[in-house]
């Protein structure tokens, strides 16, 4: 079941881009709020000139295919990831173009990936924490372990912009032939090399940003990429791609942000993908 808004402002059935929100919220340990993300990145969108910088496109013509937001049962975890892998899982069934999911919390990832999962070959990650704990507060299922859980089950992880571990995390990492980390030392001393990387799946926890351009995030953590940095990387990983299947752009904090400039840095994040996405496929002239 969902309820029904507009990305952007701009509908149109028959974009190859899609939208679809997931207002996830269950396992935040530090400032809950996440769940009032997707209204408000949407919001924001409705107030950004539709241009893409990155593709050099304008994209008034474009317009989204919004399937609106996942009703998920309150209290229920468990069943609110089953419902939202479900969920993705018939939209991309139905849209064959680029997938971007505005959350919620991270641990929706690990349900979203599960929905293409015998579509991608490879996942990007940006977020200051690793999230790959086996264990976080007596839980095995939460915002800090879902990325555990998918590199036991052999997903390849290409990571980038951390700079906050555990010491589990750090043994762990070491030990993964699936992993590739790039902490944010390694992007500011421009020691990114990323080879093919097949059909992809990009996840972007906007904590990744410095505090100072994203202050609206649920954890937040000093030292982090700037706006420059991260569309540099995002530009580089659609050429490296041999294609996106999709993209979520999570932990938005509305109830912490300062003027929704986190927000509205979520929903330029969106149309930057948009742009690259349909340069890469010709289909905009």
Do not use: W
Request: proline content about 4%; aromatic content about 8%; hydrophobic content about 40%.
């Amino acid at each position: 079941m969902l309820v029904k808004p507009t990305f952007a402002c701009l509908e149109n059935e028959k974009s190859s881009i899609g939208i679809i929100g997931v207002p996830l919220d269950y396992s935040g340990t530090y400032r809950p709020g996440t769940r009032f993300a997707p209204q408000k990145v949407r919001e924001a969108a409705c107030n950004l000139e539709l241009y893409s910088l990155t593709a050099n496109l304008p994209l008034e013509d474009v317009g989204f295919k919004d399937y609106g937001d996942i009703i998920l049962p309150p209290g229920d975890i468990t069943r609110a990831i089953q419902r939202i892998e479900l969920t993705i899982k018939n939209i991309t069934e139905d849209h064959k173009g680029l997938v971007i999911i505005i959350g919620g919390e991270h641990l929706l990832t690990y349900s979203t990936v599960h929905a293409v999962i015998s579509e991608i070959d490879t996942l990007v990650v940006f977020d200051a924490h690793l999230d790959m704990r086996a264990e976080y507060l007596d839980s095995s299922l939460n915002h800090a372990t879902f990325l555990h859980k998918l590199v036991e089950e052999g997903v390849n992880v290409i990571h980038i912009g951390s700079r906050a571990y555990s010491r589990d995390e750090i043994e762990y990492v070491k030990g993964r032939s699936n992993v590739v980390l790039f902490n944010i030392l390694d992007v500011y001393n421009n020691r990114i090399k990323l080879g093919e990387l097949g059909k992809t799946y990009i996840s972007v926890d906007l904590d990744a940003f410095d505090p100072s351009i994203a202050p609206g995030v649920s954890n937040p953590e000093p030292f982090g990429l700037s706006s420059y940095m991260f569309l540099n990387i995002l530009k580089e990983i659609f050429e490296k791609a041999s294609d996106i299947r999709a993209i979520d752009i999570v932990e938005v904090n509305p109830l912490v942000d300062h003027s929704d400039i986190t927000s509205i840095l979520a929903a330029k994040i969106a149309i930057e993908a948009t742009g690259l996405y349909l340069k890469n496929h010709n289909l905009i002239a």
